[in-house]
């Protein structure tokens, strides 16, 4: 053990405090040159003790605080122990903030040197900077900004910044000690504070948006973000929050609803306002015990008068409509513009339907009164449909699809009336949807057919065919064109069913002249009239196959002629002048308006089957068969009687001077190869008397088809 007192025991005894301090610590001459440096100091310059010993500190010392170091290491010299900060660059060039103590050295009451001692303070002072930066973006920031202690229960404010107290009015002395609950309001969702509630009880984020109130009792949507800040040992001391004023885009967004809501013409709720409120109207009014109806109101004969008159007086009278129905419904129901002339109303009544009816009686005697466009009346009616929710609230809209079918009924009766949907009305439109998506199926996979019933003359000669349409269905079999045909043209499928129709004739009618049938009729859809480039698909055929005029002839209603008959006519003008003919099918049947058939460019009449049926015991159907006859030969068209199922009904005709027939009593339509063979019968059969004998084996030979039988009332799948 060495002597406490002995000048080597004093020697080790403070060059153990220089050495092994963790602070930097060294001496520097009076010339400022390093006499001594330990080694924490060395590894804070990241240099060797060789490299430092010798120079002077000012090559360490950053060139803006030189100055202020040198009056500092002089202060000290003169014998004042001085505390300060330089920066430093260390020998990597890398900066270094440093908490410098000089103290003088003094030997003898002389000052011999100047011993140092650093503390390096880079991370705090960064850390430092980093937090007054934020603190001033804080203070800066539009968003309000709070700091809540985790640690107190309700979680009091310790911070506010100057946004949160522009924001609502609320001052920080308001504020620091108490919570933001008193921002919340009588309109503050329930929810929203419920979700701010659990989201601090389990130290989660919370986003919300809810309305707050400011000092002054105005309120404003507050868009709110909460998080929680937690210290090293990962537990939440506090709570910060960020608040911004989203009000302005809420009213915008408000408008934009609004406006994508609502119809502009009649400031009422639209369609899409419909389909999302539907589900709540049904469901307060059942809470009131009632049951939601749906009044689907359409206009009758809207659209002629709409493009007639000009569509700014169409407009006036959507509008006016909108405003009657309004005067006939309950004050608590719900008027919807669902599109065009179609309004929708949403009533909540009793189940009984007396209420309802009464309804439906004052919206049809709002029509009573014309509307008035200067000095023009316009008397209009409406079609109603009405339907009853029967509670499932799951599929509300199908309340108004069931109104919608009920309305087309209302328009089947002729319109200015209204109907109630009921469950046959159900089934049937089940099955046409079904039916629609089957005929899809039919396109897609060919499944269509062309037959080809003889037309025959007086000397029992085949004069054409009529092709007709035969659909082959995988579960069900031959389908009888009159289910599916008007369904086709009310969901538009007729169009490419038409073009697969025209197509295939086309193409099968030189065939059918080799076989000695030298024409060929195809039934035309009215829709091909109004939507179809008609003429320019049937001119092009007409080049492709190279038909003789005469040998296609379509056949068309009387009902084309219901929409544009202008257009209608000039269409079928190119037709005639493409050499192809023009029939008029179920003559007698249809609006028939004798003018017509006086200006149209037809030069064919079918009389109708109803009349053909009835000639042997109708006089009433006789004398119509007569005189259509007649004025058919005064216009030199010619004619022929559909659906002779007797020769009864033959010899009749005959003797009235009719020249054309078509129906059962000679044959059904054909399969293209079973029409060859009774054809092929024909010709082979002269003289001419032998040729009826002839058919009539022929239809017994047909009659083992399996794919018809025939029957009195058309076609029915055999
Ligand atoms: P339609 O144009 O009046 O065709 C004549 C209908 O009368 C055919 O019925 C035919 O089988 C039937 N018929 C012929 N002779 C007799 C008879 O002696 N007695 C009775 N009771 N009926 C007879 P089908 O084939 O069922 O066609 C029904 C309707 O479907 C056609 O009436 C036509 O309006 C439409 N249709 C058929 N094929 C087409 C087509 O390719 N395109 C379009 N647009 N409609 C078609
Ligand atoms: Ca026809
Ligand atoms: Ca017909």
Not at 282 to 310: E, M, T, V, W, Y
Not at 497 to 520: C, H, K, N, T, Y
Request: aromatic share 8%; hydrophobic share 40%; with cysteine.
């Amino acid at each position: 053990m060495p002597d406490p007192y002995s000048h080597e025991y004093n020697e080790q005894h403070y060059r153990s405090l220089f050495t092994y301090n963790p602070d930097p610590v060294f001496t520097l001459n009076p010339a400022g040159e390093f006499v001594q440096i330990n080694q924490a100091g060395c590894d804070l310059i990241e240099a060797e003790e060789g490299e430092i010993l010798g120079k002077h500190y000012e090559m360490l010392v950053v060139e803006e605080d030189r100055e202020r170091t040198r009056r500092h290491f002089e202060a000290a010299l003169a014998g004042n122990h001085q505390r300060y900060e330089i920066r430093i660059r260390n020998m990597q060039g890398e900066i270094l903030q440093l908490d410098i103590l000089n103290i003088p050295i003094i030997v003898n009451g002389q000052v011999t040197g100047v011993h140092g001692q650093a503390r390096d303070r880079t991370r705090e002072r960064r850390t430092e900077a980093r937090l007054r930066i934020l603190e001033r973006s804080v203070e800066a920031s539009s968003s309000g900004v709070t700091i809540a202690d985790a640690g107190v229960p309700g979680f009091p404010l310790i911070y506010v910044n100057p946004a949160f107290e522009r924001m609502t009015g609320y001052r920080a002395d308001d504020m620091i000690g108490s919570n933001c609950s008193i921002l919340q309001g009588p309109d503050t969702s329930q929810a929203a504070i419920a979700s701010i509630r659990s989201g601090l009880a389990a130290m989660r984020e919370v986003h919300t948006a809810l309305l707050n109130y400011r000092k002054d009792g105005s309120s404003f949507w507050n868009d709110l973000y909460i998080a929680p800040v937690r210290n090293g040992a990962d537990e939440v001391t506090h709570f910060i929050g960020i608040q911004t004023d989203i009000s302005d885009r809420v009213r915008q967004e408000e408008v934009l609803t609004y406006q994508a809501s609502h119809d502009s013409l009649t400031g009422l709720p639209n369609r899409i306002y419909l389909e999302s409120h539907l589900q709540g109207i049904c469901r307060h009014a059942q809470a009131r015990k009632l049951a939601p109806h749906a009044l689907f109101i359409d206009l009758d004969g809207f659209k002629p008068i709409n493009d007639s008159l000009g569509h700014a007086f169409g407009d006036e009278i959507l509008s006016q409509t909108a405003r009657r129905i309004e005067a006939a419904l309950p004050a608590d129901s719900t008027l919807v513009r669902f599109g065009g002339d179609e309004f929708v109303a949403l009533v909540s009544a009793p189940e009984e339907r007396q209420t309802i009816n009464r309804i439906a009686e004052l919206i049809l005697e709002q029509f009573s009164r014309p509307f008035l466009n200067e000095d023009v009346e316009i008397t209009l009616s409406a079609a109603i449909g009405i339907a009853t929710g029967n509670g499932a609230l799951d599929n509300s809209m199908l309340l108004v699809q069931q109104s919608d079918m009920a309305m087309y009924e209302a328009k089947k009766l002729g319109g200015n009336t209204w109907q109630w949907f009921n469950q046959t009305l159900d089934r049937r439109v089940q099955h046409e949807v079904a039916l629609r998506q089957q005929l899809q199926q039919a396109l897609a996979t060919n499944q269509f057919e062309l037959f080809y019933q003889p037309l025959f003359n007086n000397e029992l000669a085949i004069i054409g065919v009529e092709a007709l349409i035969r659909w082959n269905h995988p579960d069900r079999g031959y389908i009888s064109p009159a289910e599916y045909i008007p369904l086709a043209e009310r969901t538009g499928q007729i169009l490419p069913i038409s073009e697969w129709v025209m197509q295939e004739a086309f193409a099968r009618a030189a065939e059918l002249a080799d076989m000695g049938v030298p024409a060929i009729s195809i039934n035309l859809s009215p829709l091909q009239f109004h939507r179809h480039n008609l003429v320019e698909r049937l001119a092009r055929l007409n080049v492709h196959y190279q038909l003789a005029p005469g040998q296609l002839c379509v056949e068309i209603t009387e009902n084309v002629f219901l929409n544009d008959p202008k257009d209608v006519i000039r269409q079928l003008r190119e037709i005639r002048d493409l050499g192809i003919e023009v029939a008029i099918d179920d003559f007698g049947t249809g609006f028939s308006s004798l003018s017509y058939m006086r200006d149209m460019p037809v030069n064919k009449i079918k009389i109708d089957r109803t009349f053909v049926n009835g000639i042997t015991s109708n006089t009433r159907d006789a004398a119509i068969t007569r005189g259509t006859l007649s004025m058919a030969r005064e216009l030199e068209m010619s004619v022929v009687a559909e659906g002779v199922e007797t020769e009864e009904q033959f010899r009749l005709l005959q003797q009235y001077g009719c020249t054309g027939y078509q129906g059962f009593w000679y044959s059904r339509a054909l399969p293209l190869a079973d029409l060859r063979t009774f054809s092929g019968a024909l010709v082979t059969t002269a003289p001419e008397n032998q040729c009826w004998h002839q058919s009539q084996k022929n239809r017994r030979a047909l009659a083992d088809c399996p794919v018809f039988s025939v029957q009195a009332t058309g076609f029915i799948p055999g």
